[in-house]
C-alpha cells in the first residue's frame, strides 16, 4: 500500500475558490422556495439558481450576480493584451462572448459585467464569478494559444486573469 508523501500537493488541479466569510455576496440566509430575480428573470429553486420560467407563487429576491453588476464589484477581472489580440480583437472578443453565453445557459450567475477598452492592444473584461474569468482565459489559450496567468485573491472569492499573444 502506497503511504502518501507529507507536504506534497497536487499541482494538477487549478486552486479552487472558497466562498467564505471573505465573500461579500455569498448568501447568509436561505432564500424562499422558489424565488425569482426581478431584475434578470433568473430563478432560485433547491438551492440553486436555474433559468427556468419562475412559477407565479415565486417570492422576489435579487441574484448575487445582478447585485455584483449594481454594486460594480466585479468577481473576476480578465486582461487581454497583446499584438495578436490588437490584430485579431474581434475574433477574440468574439471568442470570450461565445464562452460566457455557453457558462452562463448552465450557470445563470456567471456574466460579464463589463468590457473596458484600455488601447488598441489592452481590454479588460470584468465578470461576476471569479471561474468565469478563468474559464474564459484558458478558452482563448485552446483556441489562440498565448499564455495565461492568475492571480486569487485568497479569502475574497475573486481573480486577475491575464491571457496575452
Same mark, same amino acid.
Given at each position: 500500500?502506497?503511504? &502518501?508523501?507529507?507536504?506534497?500537493? #497536487?499541482?494538477? %488541479?487549478?486552486?479552487? =475558490? !472558497? #466562498?467564505?466569510?471573505? !465573500?461579500?455576496?455569498?448568501?447568509?440566509?436561505?432564500?424562499? !422556495? &422558489? $424565488?425569482?430575480?426581478?431584475?434578470?428573470? $433568473?430563478?432560485?429553486?433547491?438551492?440553486?439558481?436555474?433559468?427556468?420560467?419562475?412559477?407565479? *407563487?415565486?417570492?422576489?429576491?435579487?441574484?448575487?450576480?445582478?447585485?455584483?453588476?449594481?454594486? !460594480?464589484?466585479?468577481?473576476?477581472?480578465?486582461?487581454?493584451?497583446?499584438?495578436?489580440?490588437?490584430?485579431?480583437?474581434? *475574433?477574440?472578443?468574439?471568442?470570450?462572448?461565445?464562452? /460566457?453565453?455557453?457558462?452562463?445557459?448552465? %450557470?445563470?450567475? *456567471?456574466?460579464?459585467?463589463? =468590457?473596458?477598452?484600455?488601447?488598441?492592444?489592452?481590454?479588460?473584461?470584468?465578470?461576476?464569478?471569479? %471561474?468565469?474569468?478563468?474559464?474564459?482565459? /484558458?478558452?482563448?489559450?485552446?483556441?489562440?494559444?498565448?499564455?495565461? $496567468?492568475?492571480?486569487? #485573491?485568497?479569502? /475574497?472569492?475573486?481573480?486577475? $486573469?491575464?491571457? /496575452?499573444?
Amino acid at each position: 500500500m502506497k503511504t &502518501p508523501r507529507v507536504g506534497m500537493e #497536487s499541482r494538477r %488541479h487549478t486552486p479552487t =475558490f !472558497d #466562498s467564505g466569510p471573505g !465573500d461579500a455576496y455569498r448568501l447568509d440566509r436561505k432564500l424562499a !422556495d &422558489p $424565488a425569482t430575480c426581478p431584475t434578470c428573470k $433568473a430563478t432560485y429553486r433547491a438551492g440553486r439558481w436555474t433559468w427556468e420560467k419562475a412559477p407565479p *407563487q415565486a417570492a422576489p429576491a435579487e441574484c448575487p450576480a445582478c447585485r455584483r453588476i449594481a454594486d !460594480d464589484y466585479p468577481g473576476g477581472w480578465l486582461t487581454l493584451k497583446g499584438a495578436f489580440f490588437a490584430e485579431h480583437r474581434t *475574433q477574440v472578443l468574439a471568442r470570450v462572448i461565445a464562452r /460566457e453565453t455557453h457558462e452562463k445557459a448552465e %450557470h445563470p450567475l *456567471q456574466r460579464i459585467i463589463a =468590457f473596458d477598452e484600455r488601447g488598441p492592444a489592452e481590454t479588460v473584461v470584468t465578470t461576476t464569478d471569479p %471561474h468565469l474569468a478563468r474559464n474564459i482565459a /484558458e478558452a482563448l489559450k485552446a483556441a489562440f494559444k498565448g499564455t495565461v $496567468a492568475l492571480d486569487f #485573491s485568497p479569502g /475574497e472569492n475573486r481573480v486577475r $486573469a491575464t491571457w /496575452e499573444r
